[in-house]
């Protein structure tokens, strides 16, 4: 286990240019570091690099230079085998678009990542998967198929998959993106509540000022360079919260 004084994430002179007889440089030299249990928002305008860091920190993408370090551990020195251990077992991902497999239902689609990582489905993974479920409110709509439920459902089945395996560090690209404004709050509120109970770091990727506003921090990325970085103060809990993970 990583020292609990290791970051999470330590991006260190990252550049990433795409092209060859003319090159494009979509990050130039960002540098961003992450603790244990921070919460935090990257914005910045269309174009500025926030997708493109995403891939690089979530291993889907090589920087051209810099590096990534994951837990200490510097990404760019591992083989692609490496990498996808590396994102299966430290990283989880939500997208706007949630990805779930629409015949699969709600139970299976948690399951899918860790079982793909694992082999068949344990008896413990499956119990690890109903307790997450349990605990993002579908304890109800476990055997449903994921095109049998609503758009705010689906996003909650795509927090239990990324959580499932108790990540080091959750990646969310615009989750809210395709929400009303009631559903992105309760999405929101789960990503804040498992952030506070379990200590998972969250890097969350949007373009809603309100969310980034109720984050600890918040990163601004234009032209592929760090412009700003700002602690802020979280919003107050809900009256009412779910209850306890675990």
Known sequence: MADPATPV???????????????????????????????????????????????????????????????????????????????????????????????????????????????????ELRAAAEEMLRAVGLAERMGYRANNLSGGQQQRVAIARALVHRPRLVLADEPTGNLDTASAGEVFELLRRFNRELGTTVLVVTHDSRIADRCDRIVELVDGRVHSDRRVAPAASPASPAPPVG
């Open 9 to 123: 994430l330590e991006v260190v002179g990252v550049v990433k240019e795409y092209g060859d007889a003319v090159k494009t440089r979509a990050l130039d030299g960002v540098d961003l570091r992450l603790d244990r249990g921070e919460l935090t928002a990257l914005v910045g305008p269309s174009g500025s690099g926030k997708s493109t860091l995403l891939n690089v920190i979530g291993l889907l993408d090589r920087p051209t230079a810099g590096q990534v370090r994951v837990e200490g551990v510097d990404t760019t020195t591992l083989d692609d085998r490496g990498l996808t251990t590396t994102r299966a077992r430290t990283l989880g991902f939500v997208f706007q678009f949630h990805h779930l497999l629409p015949a699969f239902t709600a139970l299976e689609n948690v399951m899918l990542p860790a079982w793909g990582d694992r082999g068949l489905p344990s008896r």
